[in-house]
């Protein structure tokens, strides 16, 4: 069976709700990404930092889970650290209510190809999330989560088709995709219980 690796990114975040301090924001939505990771079956888990936020990430790890500190947080950069797996995937870190399938999705595809991405639901900018057989392709280009496109991670590849496009999910990253959150549905305690103390249902 091939060993995998599932990476939190923990990249900045630009937005918090009105009345949430944005450093507390941003450690919720991390802290419920690595517990939703950590029970995903069949693969590992791990957290990427730049060095400037190692203290965020071993705050919020499980004891015995892995921090990669990376030069520039992109998933390329990310694929680089890694060692001795043969599938990874990265994703970002403001999706607290992730389902869980939809990282399975991410990774189904490299069985037959060598990289997979994730959109944001809606067609917003951005990438939810990237997977690639390791190594990476020596044609994927440097993928800025934040803005790169399903068209960008393809323009230099061989066919089109080595790139998959998985089920995608909406980022939080703003006031719309808050009003998207689902109080039925069950995880992102973290970020719920910071949405309840500002006054917003959670």
């Known amino acids: 069976m091939a060993r995998r690796v599932v990476v939190a990114l923990l990249g900045p975040?630009?937005?918090?709700?009105p009345g949430v301090d944005l450093a507390q924001w941003r450690a919720a939505?991390?802290?419920?990404?690595?517990?939703?990771?950590?029970?995903?079956n069949e693969v590992e888990v791990a957290v990427a930092v730049t060095p400037a936020?190692?203290?965020?990430?071993?705050?919020?790890?499980?004891?015995?889970?892995a921090v990669y500190e990376v030069a520039e947080p992109t998933p390329?950069?990310?694929?680089?650290?890694?060692?001795?797996?043969?599938?990874?995937?990265?994703?970002?870190?403001d999706v607290p209510d992730l389902p869980a399938l939809t990282v399975g999705k991410l990774l189904r595809p490299l069985t037959s190809r060598p990289v997979a991405v994730a959109p944001v639901e809606g067609g917003g900018p951005g990438l939810l999330g990237v997977a690639v057989r390791l190594p990476a392709p020596d044609w994927l280009p440097t993928l800025e989560l934040d803005t790169a496109t399903p068209a960008?991670?393809?323009a230099n590849a061989p066919r089109p088709g080595d790139v998959a496009v998985t089920t995608g999910w909406r980022r939080l990253r703003g006031p719309a995709d808050l009003?998207?959150?689902d109080p039925a549905f069950e995880g992102w305690e973290a970020t719920r219980a910071l949405l309840s103390g500002s006054g917003r249902p959670g």
């Open 13 to 17: 975040v630009h937005w918090s709700p």
């Open 29 to 40: 939505l991390a802290e419920d990404v690595i517990d939703l990771f950590a029970t995903l």
């Open 53 to 65: 936020d190692r203290a965020l990430a071993d705050a919020l790890v499980w004891p015995g889970t």
């Open 76 to 93: 390329n950069a990310v694929f680089a650290a890694l060692e001795g797996y043969d599938q990874a995937a990265v994703l970002v870190s």
């Open 152 to 154: 960008e991670a393809r």
């Open 179 to 181: 009003a998207t959150l």
